[in-house]
């Protein structure tokens, strides 16, 4: 009879996955090729023109429902500009930091390429970005993904809107402080969050992301099973029912996961194949 032990080392010692590049399934792969977005990374670039001149881009409010791939845009972008330009860029989730203290900690490590104790005081953090904006001329460029989202208060509202006015009046602490912000969220207009004040000097113009089709989600989930899984190991018409699936409920998050989990379970079974009965819907 085999031990525990037996059995442990029997398991880990296997070898063989029906992964290539798992992390293809998460939230942060940024892929080479985004595609059926080109019109909106266009309409981006567009509005950054002046960057060629050591100016800010526009200020840019990004809308559209979840799943359309908003911060994939936004974080190809990122990675086009500071490959560019002298830009450096911070993405910033709302739903993990909301404060104007927690915001503006993450741009300053991002900044200054360290992690500073949390707490620091909020106004000595504001003044260390301004001066080094201001010393070194580089343009900061700023993303507040999902800081209209649900799971965000009114006491959090008004943390954001007192960080982006803190961000967009640096100027005028510094004149050689450059930065420009983008909001990402599922709602339009951004009259819902902001106020009349941070309005006023934000102006952003709008990107919209319409929800894709079926034809969309269905190739950019074969590109990723093209990627993340083995040769082989998926059919077709498993692909295509993860990505009727996502269709249905409107995000194409919904069937990337599907993929990931499907592959965990047809590997906890032992089987070679990932077929209809592995999928968790």
């Not at 909001?183 to 919209?208: A, D, G, M, W």
């Amino acid at each position: 009879m085999k031990t525990v032990e037996n059995i442990f080392h029997e398991v880990i010692q296997q070898e063989g996955t029906l992964f290539k590049q798992a992390d293809v399934f998460t939230l942060e792969y940024l892929p080479e090729i985004l595609r059926f977005r080109d019109k909106q990374i266009q309409a981006m670039i567009n509005h950054s023109k002046q960057l060629k001149s050591n100016h800010p881009p526009t200020n840019m409010e990004i809308t559209g429902p979840y799943g359309t791939g908003k911060t994939t845009a936004v974080k190809k972008y990122f990675e086009l500009i500071e490959n560019e330009f002298s830009v450096i860029t911070s993405y910033i989730n709302c739903e993990f930091d909301k404060t104007e203290n927690q915001i503006l900690t993450k741009i300053y490590n991002k900044i200054y390429k360290k992690n500073v104790k949390p707490g620091i005081n909020t106004h000595i953090l504001k003044n260390k970005i301004v001066s080094y904006l201001g010393e070194t001329e580089k343009i900061l460029v700023v993303c507040l993904d999902d800081y209209g989202s649900n799971k965000i208060s009114g006491e959090d509202i008004d943390q954001i809107n007192r960080v982006m006015y803190t961000l967009l009046r640096a100027h005028e602490i510094n004149p050689k402080a450059k930065i420009s912000l983008i909001t990402v969220t599922n709602k339009r207009y951004i009259n819902f969050v902001l106020t009349q004040s941070v309005e006023t000097i934000f102006r952003p113009i709008n990107i919209n992301f319409d929800a894709y089709n079926l034809n969309e989600i269905h190739k950019i989930l074969s590109d990723s099973c093209k990627i993340g899984f083995a040769n082989g190991v998926i059919k077709e018409d498993v692909i295509h029912m993860v990505a009727e699936h996502a269709y249905r409920e409107g995000d194409l998050r919904v069937g990337i996961r599907c993929l990931y989990d499907a592959g965990y379970n047809a590997e906890f079974v032992g089987s070679s194949i990932i077929k209809r009965e592995h999928l968790d819907f």
